[in-house]
T-cell receptor
Framework: SQQGEEDPQALSIQEGENATMNCSYK?????LQWYRQNSGRGLVHLILIRSNEREKHSGRLRVTLDTSKKSSSLLITASRAADTASYFC????????????FGQGTTLQVKP | DAGVIQSPRHEVTEMGQEVTLRCKPI?????LFWYRQTMMRGLELLIYFNNNVPIDDSGMPEDRFSAKMPNASFSTLKIQPSEPRDSAVYFC??????????????FGPGTRLTVL
């Protein structure tokens, strides 16, 4: 079953613009992760943020986590055509069972 | 490291046939996961193993699905008999060293299954 929802479902922007994707979840979590999936490929891990963290950066990626609202956002700055992909958030429950529960994903298209 | 290896990459079969998907996790990883991805249902966790032992198979859709992990370097997901609604991309992922499960998961390239 899906943990939550991602918003928007699809996003189309021009190269150089910023892209923001949001993720909501339902249960208490140990950590939240973002993955990217290029068409026809497997998922690739981008960044992990733990429940006691509020913000994390990795290169052009910025992730925020608001546990009171059970939500997270992923910001990609200065987007490139190569960023075109689907982006998924995934949560690990507070029991830390190791299970990842994925959202439905946001499909990002970056136009050159 | 070669990453997670899955075979076959594509499988086309007829309804009623047995299908076996294979996965080789990254060496040293303690956890192995099987997922199914469809347009309708998104990415679903089917089953996962820790140290070759199945921990949670609550996502396995029905008795037609079974999974095994006979050793640390090999796992299979079997569907018998297959049905058209089983058509999906099946991913294997591995993670965890030293017993910590919530590390990054590394995904294989997937097996695209089509049941006619």
């Amino acid at each position: 079953s899906q943990q939550g929802e991602e918003d928007p479902q699809a996003l189309s922007i021009q190269e150089g613009e910023n892209a923001t994707m949001n993720c909501s979840y339902k249960t208490s979590i140990n950590n939240l992760q973002w993955y990217r999936q290029n068409s026809g490929r497997g998922l690739v891990h981008l960044i992990l943020i733990r429940s006691n963290e509020r913000e994390k950066h990795s290169g052009r990626l910025r992730v925020t986590l608001d546990t009171s609202k059970k939500s997270s956002s992923l910001l990609i700055t200065a987007s490139r055509a190569a960023d075109t992909a689907s982006y998924f958030c995934a949560t690990v429950d507070s029991g830390n069972t190791g299970k990842l529960i994925f959202g439905q994903g946001t499909t990002l298209q970056v136009k050159p | 490291d070669a990453g997670v290896i899955q075979s076959p990459r594509h499988e086309v079969t007829e309804m009623g046939q047995e299908v076996t998907l294979r996965c080789k996790p990254i060496s040293g990883h303690d956890y192995l996961f099987w997922y199914r991805q469809t347009m309708m249902r998104g990415l679903e966790l089917l089953i996962y193993f820790n140290n070759n032992v199945p921990i949670d198979d609550s996502g396995m859709p029905e008795d037609r699905f079974s999974a095994k992990m006979p050793n640390a370097s090999f796992s299979t997901l079997k569907i018998q008999p297959s049905e058209p609604r089983d058509s999906a991309v099946y991913f294997c992922a591995s993670s965890g060293r030293g017993g910590f499960p919530s590390d990054t998961q590394y995904f294989g390239p997937g097996t695209r299954l089509t049941v006619l």
